[in-house]
């Protein structure tokens, strides 16, 4: 018998099995435990209104997949948003400008740094230097070695640091 997600018991236990780790996944591609329930759901939304066409060997690849998708469409609207919010900008600071300008410029550039690095990478350090993981713990929670979260690390750190480098030589 062919087996699929629409068997209320099939689709409970991937949710038991893969729900927390979908979660974590898109909460540090958010950075908002809200953004990445929404995800979640509308993740496991799509499974169950598509699961005759999933097998359950599928089931994982095709959650990630789909809230991968949904987190770049949101990301793709909120630039967006944040270009025409940008034209309006508004607020006074009783600090010195030129300050908060360097500083502001300094935030952003890092910000955009750690967006650039390559997903893997990203994911591991958010995870060490945001949530305070061990490796071990992102190891696990990532489902990867110890020293695959050792090597995303250290070219994470390697990449920032140039581009810091690269901001102070300016």
């Avoid at 699961?51 to 809230?67: F, G, I, N, R, W």
């Avoid at 994470?156 to 690269?166: D, F, P």
């Amino acid at each position: 018998m062919n087996q699929n997600v629409c068997d209320e018991s099939i689709f409970s236990s991937i949710y038991q099995k893969w729900g927390k780790a979908l979660f974590n996944f898109s909460r540090y591609k958010t950075q908002d435990s809200d953004k990445a329930n929404d995800l979640v759901q509308e993740a496991f939304i799509a499974l169950w209104d598509h699961c005759k066409d999933v097998s359950p060997e599928k089931a994982k690849s095709y959650l990630y997949t789909v809230a991968n998708r949904k987190f770049l469409n949101e990301v793709a609207h909120l630039k967006v948003v944040q270009k025409h919010q940008s034209e309006t900008l508004a607020g006074v600071s009783q600090e010195d400008p030129e300050f908060l300008m360097e500083h502001q410029e300094f935030e952003t550039k890092l910000k955009k740094a750690i967006e650039a690095l390559p997903e893997g990478q990203k994911t591991a350090f958010l995870m060490n230097r945001i949530d305070q993981m061990t490796y071990s713990e992102i190891a696990s929670a990532l489902d990867i070695s110890v020293k695959a979260v050792e090597k995303r690390m250290h070219l994470a750190l390697k990449t920032l640091r140039s581009e810091i480098e690269e901001l102070k030589g300016r």
